[in-house]
């Protein structure tokens, strides 16, 4: 009789198994949300992830809101009012008046040098960076493998850590004090020909180069009118990247300028603000609103930076969702 146990039905173990690996009443995952245990479990996690997000968007967006309440405060409503919300009198408009006329309207001179350095080292950095990334990626040549490595290893050096050695080599070349000693430096985006050899080796196929080739097309006009097009999303991205780290540039101007006619915004900015704590100028206390109103209008720039360019920005990040 123990003999004939196993015999008789074979089929036990797999009946036994598929109720272990499949439970009764339960169909496979198949990529919708379900409505028992696991989906509250699922409900559970995503409601963490959720304030876990609205805690990081508080904090980020924190300052910014108490900034824009102060900048619709006069000095008095600013030291006698709530942080986070309005004073009783409303002085936006003789605010953003004051930043342009204060000490001769230099705001506007601070604000064009910012737009020169971002416009001029954000658009060089990206267009660097797009050019080797591209090489990187689609050409062969002797040492390609080094010099990727040294990109790597030159994303791990912070860019405090060569201010001072940038200051001395643009003084013996004698650039200090110019705005090229702001632009050069700007020009070298080692993390932007990272994300840009990543991107072009899977964005331009190799068969539609081929094809170019074959049909006499050369290296600079294939780049332009093909490659180049390809590598929008990602030249865009490098582009963002190297906008915002140029427009909140402060060590290095600070280390290589000394005219404030050159100044960026950050640097003119932190000198006004000396100014208001040192009390050696003559009603100093009285600039805080125009403290506040400038660092305002310094982000604008910025915010409608993001908003243009976010189309190209969101497209290339979804670029490599989809196999082709």
Not at 47 to 52: G, K, N, Q
Not at 229 to 234: I, K, V
């Amino acid at each position: 009789m123990s003999t004939s146990i196993l015999p008789d039905r074979p089929s036990a173990a797999g009946d036994a198994s598929t109720r272990f690996f499949r439970p009764r009443g339960r169909r496979p995952h198949r990529g919708r949300s379900g409505t028992g245990k696991s989906g509250g479990r699922r409900d559970r996690k995503s409601t963490a992830l959720t304030v876990a997000m609205a805690l990081m968007l508080g904090y980020t967006l924190l300052p910014l809101v108490w900034l824009m309440f102060g900048a619709t405060k006069s000095n008095e409503g600013l030291l006698s009012s709530r942080g986070l919300w309005f004073a009783d009198d409303f002085n936006l408009f003789d605010n953003i008046h004051d930043v342009f006329t204060y000490e001769d309207g230099i705001y506007l001179r601070w604000f064009a040098n910012n737009l020169l350095y971002s416009v001029v080292g954000a658009g060089g950095a990206a267009m660097i960076a797009t050019l080797g990334g591209y090489a990187l990626a689609k050409f062969e040549f002797a040492g390609r493998r080094l010099m990727f490595a040294l990109v790597l290893g030159a994303i791990s050096i912070p860019g405090t850590a060569l201010a001072v050695p940038t200051y001395l080599l643009f003084s013996d070349v004698g650039i200090v004090d110019t705005p090229w000693a702001v632009i050069l430096p700007s020009l070298a985006s080692p993390f932007g020909l990272y994300l840009m050899r990543v991107y072009a080796a899977d964005a331009v196929p190799d068969a539609m180069l081929e094809a170019a080739r074959m049909d006499g097309a050369g290296e600079l006009r294939i780049f332009f009118t093909i490659s180049l097009r390809l590598l929008a999303p990602g030249f865009v991205t490098v582009l963002l990247f190297a906008l915002v780290a140029t427009w909140n540039n402060y060590f290095l101007p600070l280390i290589v300028l000394n005219d404030p006619n050159w100044f960026p915004l950050t640097v003119g900015l932190n000198r006004w603000n000396g100014q208001a704590n040192g009390g050696s100028v003559a009603g100093s206390t009285a600039i805080y609103p125009i403290l506040l109103t400038g660092s305002l209008l310094a982000i604008v720039p910025l915010i409608v930076a993001f908003l243009f360019l976010q189309r190209f920005w969101q497209s290339g990040l979804s670029a490599g969702g989809v196999k082709q």
